[in-house]
C-alpha cells in the first residue's frame, strides 16, 4: 500500500519567494496533519484537518502560513512569503480516526525546506 | 500542561548489549502512547500504541510497556541496524487528534 506522498522532497528558495509544499494521504484516511521538525523545537503540530476540514490551527506560527485540503486526497501547506527562520523539515501524516480511541498517525517522509 | 519527557537524549550501545529507553508523560486520562523510530531524512515510522497500564506490545527485539506515569521500550540484544532516533507522543488533555511529542532518544548500535 502506498504511504503518505510528500513533494517536493527538497525546496532551496531564496527569501521572500512563495513556497507551496504537498501532501497526498493515505486512502481512506480522514484526519490529515502537518507537522514542523527542527533541532531545536523538535516535531511541533501546525494544523490538523478531519474530513478536509481544519480543526485546529493554533500550532501555525504566522499569517504568513497557510493549509487546504480541497478533498480527500490533497493537501498543501503554503508560506508566503518565506523567511530563513522557516527552513525545516516539513511533515505530513494521516490516520484514520473513529470512535474508539487515538489511532496512530502514518508519516510521509517530509519536505526539507531552506530559505537562504 | 501536558509533557512528554524522554530520556536519555542519547544511547550509545554495544551490539548485544540490551538497554532501555524512558518516556515519562503527564496528562490526564490518557488516550494511548504511541512509539515511533526515525531514520536519518525519513519520517517517523510507528512501532506501537499503548492504550492502558500493564500493557506490552513486542516486535522483533523491541517490547513497549506502560504504566500509569511512563512507558519503557525494552531493545533485547540490538543490532547495528536498530540504530535510530525513538520518540514517544501522547494525545493532548481535552480531546482531539492532536499529539505532543518528545524530544527523542538517538540510539546508535555499534559492532
Same mark, same amino acid.
Given at each position: 500500500d502506498a *504511504?503518505?506522498i510528500?513533494s517536493?522532497?527538497? %525546496?532551496?528558495?531564496?527569501?521572500?519567494q512563495?513556497v507551496?509544499?504537498?501532501? !497526498?494521504?493515505i #486512502?481512506?484516511?480522514n484526519s490529515?496533519?502537518? $507537522?514542523? &521538525?527542527t533541532m531545536?523545537r523538535?516535531l511541533?503540530?501546525?494544523?490538523y484537518? @478531519?474530513?478536509?476540514?481544519?480543526?485546529d490551527?493554533?500550532g501555525?506560527?504566522?499569517?504568513?502560513?497557510?493549509a !487546504?485540503?480541497?478533498n480527500?486526497?490533497f493537501?498543501?501547506l503554503?508560506?508566503?512569503p #518565506?523567511e530563513p527562520?522557516?527552513?525545516?523539515?516539513y511533515?505530513c501524516?494521516s490516520s484514520? &480516526? *473513529?470512535?474508539?480511541g487515538?489511532q496512530?498517525q502514518?508519516?510521509g517522509?517530509g519536505? /526539507?525546506?531552506?530559505?537562504l | %500542561?501536558? &509533557?512528554v519527557?524522554?530520556?536519555?537524549?542519547?544511547? /550509545?550501545? &554495544?551490539?548485544?548489549e540490551?538497554s532501555?529507553? @524512558?518516556c515519562?508523560?503527564?496528562?490526564?486520562?490518557? /488516550?494511548?502512547?504511541?512509539? $515511533? /523510530?526515525q531514520?536519518?531524512?525519513k519520517?517517523?515510522?510507528?512501532?506501537?500504541?499503548? $492504550? #492502558?497500564?500493564?500493557e %506490552?506490545?513486542e516486535?522483533e527485539r523491541? !517490547?513497549?510497556?506502560?504504566?500509569?506515569k511512563? #512507558?519503557?521500550?525494552?531493545i533485547t540484544a540490538? !543490532?547495528?541496524e536498530?540504530s535510530?532516533?525513538y520518540?514517544c507522543?501522547?494525545?493532548?488533555?481535552? *480531546?482531539? @487528534?492532536?499529539?505532543?511529542f *518528545?524530544?527523542?532518544?538517538?540510539?546508535k548500535?555499534e559492532?
Open positions: *504511504g503518505v510528500q517536493p522532497r527538497h %525546496e532551496v528558495t531564496e527569501m521572500g512563495e507551496t509544499l504537498r501532501c !497526498k494521504p #486512502s481512506g484516511h490529515l496533519f502537518w $507537522y514542523r &521538525q531545536m523538535g511541533e503540530l501546525l494544523i484537518f @478531519n474530513n478536509n476540514v481544519p480543526i490551527d493554533s501555525m506560527p504566522e499569517d504568513r502560513f497557510s !487546504k485540503m480541497p480527500a486526497s493537501s498543501t503554503k508560506i508566503q #518565506s527562520r522557516d527552513s525545516a523539515v511533515f501524516a484514520l &480516526q *473513529g470512535a474508539i487515538n496512530p502514518h508519516f517522509d519536505t /526539507r525546506l531552506s530559505i | %500542561e501536558d &509533557q519527557t524522554q530520556s536519555p537524549e542519547a544511547l /550509545r550501545l &554495544q551490539e548485544g540490551s532501555s529507553l @524512558n515519562s508523560y503527564t496528562v490526564s486520562g490518557l /488516550r494511548g502512547l504511541f512509539w $515511533y /523510530r531514520d536519518p531524512g519520517g517517523p515510522e510507528f512501532l506501537f500504541t499503548l $492504550y #492502558s497500564a500493564g %506490552e506490545k516486535k523491541l !517490547k513497549a510497556t506502560l504504566t500509569k511512563e #512507558s519503557f521500550l525494552h540490538p !543490532k547495528p536498530d535510530a532516533t520518540l507522543a501522547v494525545p493532548l488533555t481535552g *480531546g482531539g @487528534n492532536k499529539l505532543t *518528545g524530544t527523542g532518544t538517538q540510539l548500535v559492532l
